[in-house]
């Protein structure tokens, strides 16, 4: 999967490097990229986080559960899109879905 994480203002870990953090070795997981007021920030491993940060990360879906469970303030994205399902978050659900080319 891949997922976008934005960093909260109330994320212990703000000052802090995704070296720092231990980001960048956790099994399953690859942090590809920070973006900070829309900019990529190519030095994205020593570059301290700040509020509003936004890591796109791929992992499998329970190395997302562990960064979801490990890291306070390390919020999933909602795509603007999705506010109408509300802010209600410990009721959405991740499913992965397989259709067959011959599915109808």
């Known amino acids: 999967y ?16 995704l070296a720092d953090l231990g980001l960048a070795r956790l ?15 190519p030095e994205m491993l020593c570059t301290p986080l700040q ?8 992992a499998n879906a329970a190395s997302i559960a562990q960064l979801r469970r490990s890291y306070d303030g390390l919020e999933p994205a909602v795509h603007r899109d999705l ?12 499913f992965e879905v397989v259709l067959g080319a011959n599915s109808e």
């Open 27 to 41: 099994p399953g997981v690859a942090v590809l990229e920070l973006k900070r007021y829309g900019k990529v920030i």
């Open 51 to 58: 509020h509003g940060d936004v890591l796109k990360v791929m």
């Open 83 to 94: 506010d109408i399902l509300g802010g209600r978050r410990r009721h959405r659900r991740l």
């Open 2 to 17: 891949h997922i976008l994480f934005v960093v909260c203002r109330r994320c212990p870990s703000i000052g802090s490097s």
